[in-house]
Structures are given as structure tokens and as C-alpha cells.
């Protein structure tokens, strides 16, 4: 993926889910969206602040799975 299509997920519709199994140093999230194709996207995340401005950095980030996305979708209808 590119980092440009990472950056758009966070322009569209998302679900946020906390990632506090993975999250031992900084605090970690997950987002699932859609991307400008329509294409299930997951992406892990965290916020860092530098300068007092606030940025995602993203950890990792892929396309969903079709297993993955029609359990997301059951769990999460507006996805």
C-alpha cells in the first residue's frame, strides 16, 4: 500500500478499535475503512506529538482478507 493510500483512509468512514494486546510502550490503534476503490483496508497505528502537533504514525497497513472484512462487516454494518 501507499503511503498516500494509507493517508486517505483517515479522510473516509472508519471503525477505531483500541490494540491493547500489542500495545506495551505507546498506545496503539486499529482502523478499518475503505479506500477511494472501495477495497477493506486495516491499519495499525499510533499518535505521536511532536512540536504540539499531533500525528498518526502508521505501524502497519494492508488490504482485509474477504474472511476478515465479512466479520468486520457482520460486527460493524456501516463498514
Not at 53 to 74: D, G, L, W
Request: charged share 30%; hydrophobic share 35%.
Amino acid at each position: 500500500m501507499s503511503r498516500h493510500e494509507v493517508e486517505d483512509i483517515f479522510s473516509r468512514p472508519l471503525v477505531l478499535l483500541p490494540d491493547a494486546a500489542h500495545s506495551r510502550d505507546e498506545t496503539r490503534f486499529r482502523a478499518v475503512g475503505r479506500n477511494a476503490q472501495g477495497r477493506a483496508v486495516f491499519v495499525v497505528f499510533t499518535i505521536r506529538v511532536r512540536g504540539g502537533r499531533r500525528f498518526i504514525r502508521p505501524i502497519s497497513a494492508r488490504y482485509m482478507h474477504r474472511q476478515e472484512v465479512s466479520s468486520y462487516e457482520k460486527e460493524n454494518p456501516g463498514l
